[in-house]
């Protein structure tokens, strides 16, 4: 193999290893994640400044958690060959991982606090959660409680950044929490054997493919109710909800006709963002 010229090697790797820390992020989700975060922020009214930061703030905690969770399962990816993860396949370094991670995460937490106090603690909850199921909570029969936790407190995190900052309704912590419980029981279907390799068998992994997306379409069409009854219908909410309902049945319906695989999940995502765009719908009615 021929060695690059002594002049380019700085050049050339800085590329590599950012991206792919990027890659270990989990992109898809993390964007996903502040997109709604961000849409929240606008629906309800908060200053522009206050989006920017708030945006900021879920963005990087979004890559902390991705990062961490690449991080710790290189070595099960590694015995599984997955060659999609950077880290297992040794194209960046754990230190510089685990750095990345925790830069992540400490910049995310200043970013919370400087919008409020009480923001930047339920932050800091949102984020250990996150955290605990990448170090273990995963293999357990409560491995869907971070994800109740995390995005049940997705809503309150956004009006908990505005001037005057108020927890979100309860209405929005049943939509956040259910919309949690959707994402995890059917996010882990594709990689069950997988998993089951390795020792990984949290709540997915004991209910099976067929029970776990019956949970998820079940959950969906709740969250979608309570922000539905919550805020008040309306025509727009209406539909939406009818959409929401509509699609959590056909994954259902897939799902019990065949094994559960990709196909349910993308369902179940494209129910969830729905879901977040009723709840974006609800505008201030977000607070309590």
């Known amino acids: 193999m021929t060695e690059p010229p ?50 900021l703030a879920i963005f990087l905690g979004q890559l902390s958690v991705g990062i961490s969770n690449d991080a710790i399962d290189a070595p099960r990816d590694r015995v599984t060959g997955r060659a999609d993860k950077p880290i297992a396949r040794g194209d960046v370094s754990l230190r510089a991982a685990w750095v990345a991670a925790s830069g992540c995460l400490l910049l995310s937490l200043v970013l919370s606090f400087l919008l409020s106090w009480a923001m930047g603690l339920a932050h800091l909850v949102a984020l250990a959660s996150a955290w605990s199921y990448n170090a273990g909570l995963k293999s357990t029969v409560v491995s869907v409680v971070p994800f109740m936790v995390s995005f049940g407190l997705l809503p309150s995190l956004v009006t908990l950044s505005a001037a005057e900052p108020r927890v979100a309704a309860g209405w929005a912590w049943a939509a956040g929490a259910a919309l949690g419980v959707a994402i995890h029981l059917t996010n882990v279907l594709p990689d069950l054997d997988d998993d089951a390799r390795t020792g990984v068998r949290g709540l997915p992994h004991r209910l099976g493919r067929r029970v776990s997306a019956v949970i998820a379409a079940v959950a969906l069409v709740g969250g979608a109710l309570a922000v539905l009854l919550g805020a008040g219908p309306t025509p727009v909410s209406v539909v939406i909800f009818g959409a929401v309902v509509l699609i959590a049945i056909a994954g259902l319906v897939l799902a019990l006709v065949r094994p559960p695989g990709r196909r349910v999940f993308q369902l179940v995502m494209l129910a969830s963002l729905l879901l977040c765009v009723l709840l974006a719908a609800t505008g201030p009615a977000l607070a309590t």
């Open 6 to 55: 002594r002049s380019e090697p700085i050049a050339s790797g800085r590329p590599s290893v950012i991206g792919a820390l990027w890659r270990s992020t989990h992109p898809g989700p993390s964007v996903v994640v502040t997109a709604v975060a961000l849409t929240l922020g606008v629906a309800a009214g908060l200053e522009p400044w206050r989006i920017v930061v708030l945006t």
